[in-house]
């Protein structure tokens, strides 16, 4: 796959928040740099994300230097929320981890939060990545950590399997809803010049000049049935993902991965499928 390119590049500085596209980001051990680093938690201290809320689709973050970030929405003034510093961490839920976060300074950003969603939300960040949060270590190496990413520091999907996944869709029943964006799958890094499906067998990558353990193919939830510009909800792309592409009882698209070495990714990188 000599043609093998990185395509686009995208964080999510609020887990769960509009994807933020970038033409360069540094990786680091435990995902892109500013790549969920906040989240949302509901009164329990439990992770909310756009399976309970798909209004989270609407929200924005844009990342400030030192780890900040301006949240937008419609109908709502835009707030800057510095990244809190010092003591004072509590113990969050993110599925079945229990990490430790430090809760967004004042109550401006759960306000804000609240009042979008119609519900009682905190906003918390992630201060040490490096050590607060372990890989699943079915899959991890001693040390790797993740932030508050559904599981694993980056997810890698292609272009040439989301127009194989839309051509399915395209002859299904709910054909009316596609053809899908690739936002729907909220990765980190797309690639485009390969053939479809052709992820499942990597095992490792280098982007431009970083590698990347290609660690399992990504189960798929009803996120991926928000559409990110309404946050209207559909029967795809989980219809056709479960007709097609069911692996160890998954409905999988994309693959999540973890870096080996730091470095910076940039739009028209080279990717080389190591093995």
């Given at each position: 796959m000599a043609?093998?390119?990185l395509?686009s ?27 969920r680093?906040w989240m ?5 201290g439990?992770?909310?994300?756009q399976?309970?809320?798909?209004r989270?689709a609407l929200?924005?973050?844009e990342l ?9 929405a419609?109908g709502r ?8 510093r010092?003591?004072?961490?509590v ?9 430790e ?13 609240s009042?979008?969603l119609?519900?009682s939300v ?5 201060d040490?990545p ?5 890989v699943d270590?079915r ?10 990413a559904?599981?694993f ?9 989301l127009?194989?996944?839309n051509?399915?869709?395209a002859?299904?029943?709910h054909?009316?809803?596609?053809p ?7 990765p980190?890094v ?7 499906w ?9 982007v431009?000049e ?9 189960g ?7 559409d ?6 559909g ?9 097609h592409r ?5 409905l999988?698209?994309g ?7 730091r470095?910076?990714v940039r739009?028209?990188d ?6």
């Open positions: 043609n093998a390119r395509q590049i995208h964080v999510h500085p609020v887990k769960a928040t509009r994807s933020l596209s970038l033409l360069e980001a540094a990786v680091e051990p435990w995902g892109l740099a500013g790549d680093r949302l938690i509901d009164d329990g439990k992770v909310v994300t399976r309970q809320q798909p989270l929200a924005a973050a400030l230097p030192g780890g900040g970030v301006v949240l937008s419609p003034e835009p707030l800057t929320v510095p990244a809190p010092g003591a004072g961490t113990v969050v839920e993110v599925f079945r981890d229990k990490v976060a430090l809760p967004a300074a004042g109550e401006a950003a759960h306000s804000w939060f009042a979008l119609g519900a905190r906003l918390v960040y992630l040490e490096a050590t607060r949060r372990p270590p899959y991890a190496l001693p040390g790797e950590t993740v932030s508050f559904d599981g520091p980056l997810l890698l999907t292609t272009t040439a399997s127009d194989a996944l051509s399915l869709i002859g299904g029943e054909a009316d809803e596609g899908l964006p690739m936002n729907r799958f909220r980190n797309v690639v485009a010049g390969t053939d479809p052709a992820e499942d067998g990597w095992s490792r990558v280098t431009g970083v590698a990347f353990r290609v660690v399992k193919p990504c798929r939830c009803v996120v991926t049935t928000t990110q510009g309404t946050a209207g909800r029967r795809e792309p989980l219809h056709s993902l479960g007709r069911r692996i160890d009882g998954k999988v698209f693959q999540n991965l973890v870096p080996v070495g470095g910076t739009v028209g080279p990717v080389r499928i190591v093995e």
